[in-house]
């Protein structure tokens, strides 16, 4: 059975939702001249500056060019759904960002990204532009806390971009910028269940099957194999899973801060997401730590996949100033 979405052709989607985006947020956002799949902020880059360059597939939106704007990301390079940009609109996009203080390129650890922004990174060298790459490994489900490396970016990135591109904003050094990405990434943990597919827009046939009355735990965002295919359990329970699989890597004290993104897959609603921050605050009581901040809704999403995602950042005095920073983006301001 076909599923229903409110597009005019498959193959048309992610440019016509790009002009949509660009109409919508002109204050924010333009592409660069014959780019479309650059977008650029407008009040972000700047002489002296490290320009920060996200990316990624598309169909996950806000995530990424939600996020570009001053105070977060300066550029955004966006793929076809599921798929990395290719290098042109990565080279595209970290041309516009250089100030003359390096760009940096932040994105989840997925072959087919590593693969393009590495070779975008490869031709901006013969430019005389200084690129450096920092992944996002936040998710918990993907490998063993001992290889974080293998783990898979999902959306943890809120924190994590958010922490590089106001660390780019205060015009740290191109070091300090990286280090700050670094420690952000390694200080993210994310837990996420499906409860039902998605399916592109090319499609329209679910990308993978999950029975009536099932859960999936720690599904990636693009429908990759969880640890575990379960019942459906009530919240609480649910919730307890998660946030039991993030306490345990994390490994906070008592009395430690935290900021906490409760996050829709793409179709669960506010009303579910609320119930699960409900739990979430009161299992992080129940641990001592002190809840300093926390987002709930649409930030990184699967198309219209049912289910919700966890993510705890583990904060230290220097990323909670981060966190804090002021910024003003197309899709999220603080």
């Known amino acids: 059975m076909k599923t229903k979405k409110l597009i005019n052709a498959g193959a048309d989607a992610v440019d016509e939702m790009l002009q949509g985006v660009l109409a919508a947020h002109p204050r924010h956002l333009y592409a660069v001249e014959n780019m479309p799949r650059a977008i650029i902020a407008r009040n972000g880059p700047r002489k002296g500056k490290v320009g920060l360059v996200i990316g990624g597939g598309s169909g996950h939106e ?24 290719p290098p042109d609109p990565i080279i595209a996009c970290a041309m516009a960002v250089d100030g003359g203080a390096g760009v940096l390129f932040m994105y989840g650890n997925y072959a087919g990204d590593v693969m393009n922004f590495d070779m975008a990174a490869e031709m901006l060298a013969l430019d005389e532009i ?6 996002t490994t936040d998710d918990v489900a993907s490998a063993p806390a001992d290889q974080k490396d293998r783990r898979r970016g999902v959306a943890g990135n809120v924190f994590i971009f958010k922490a590089a591109g106001a660390a780019c904003d205060l015009l740290y050094s191109f070091d300090d910028v990286e280090r700050v990405a670094r420690h952000a990434n390694a200080r993210t943990y994310t837990m996420g269940v499906a409860l039902s597919p998605c399916s592109l827009p090319q499609t329209l ?18 429908g990759e194999p969880g640890v575990a295919r379960e019942p459906l359990r009530p919240a609480d329970a649910v919730t307890d899973e998660l946030i039991d699989s993030i306490l345990r890597d994390m490994k906070a004290a008592r009395g ?16 579910e997401l609320y119930i699960l ?9 129940d641990a001592g730590l002190i809840l300093h901040t ?8 699967s198309l219209e996949m049912a289910g919700a995602s966890i993510t705890v950042m583990h904060l230290d005095d ?14 999220f301001a603080r």
Do not use: W
């Open 62 to 85: 806000p995530t990424f060019l939600g996020f570009v704007g001053k105070g977060l990301a300066d550029a955004a390079a966006i793929g076809n759904v599921f798929a990395s940009p």
């Open 130 to 135: 200084e690129v450096r790459t920092v992944l």
């Open 205 to 222: 046939r679910p990308n993978f099957l999950i029975g009536e009355g099932e859960m999936e735990i720690g599904m990636g965002i693009h």
């Open 256 to 271: 430690d801060r935290v900021a906490v993104l409760v996050n829709s897959l793409g179709s669960t609603p506010m009303m």
């Open 277 to 285: 921050m409900r739990r979430v605050k009161s299992r992080l009581d």
């Open 294 to 301: 926390s987002l709930v809704g649409n930030y990184c999403t």
């Open 318 to 331: 220097e990323l909670q100033q981060l966190i804090d920073y002021p910024c003003d983006c197309a899709m």
